[in-house]
């Protein structure tokens, strides 16, 4: 009866051990992004942010341009 009692404690000390082992490597996958990138690629996504990003650059240079320009016209107004 005790062998018995053990070899049951044993088999549901491994399949409990099995499914906390499975589930930690499926988490694992989906937190890395490995099996979402299967079904969902991100080509779309980084194609229309670098076209963002982009026009932010070229918004932001133009910003930075426009900053110098007034700076340096109102140093020379300034000089006389």
Same mark, same amino acid.
Do not use: C, W, Y
């Given at each position: ?8 404690? /044993?088999?549901?000390? &491994? ?10 490597? !499926? *988490? ?20 229309? /942010?670098?076209?963002? &990003? ?10 930075? !341009? *426009? ?14």
């Amino acid at each position: 009866m005790e062998i018995n009692l053990v070899v049951e404690v /044993i088999e549901l000390l &491994l399949v409990g051990m099995g499914i906390v082992f499975t589930f930690l490597i !499926i *988490a694992v996958f989906m937190t890395q992004g490995k099996i979402l990138r299967k079904f969902f690629p991100q080509e779309e996504l980084s194609q229309t /942010i670098n076209v963002v &990003l982009e026009a932010n650059a070229t918004n932001t240079d133009a910003a930075k !341009i *426009a900053a110098v320009i007034a700076a340096v016209q109102h140093h020379k107004n300034l000089k006389g």
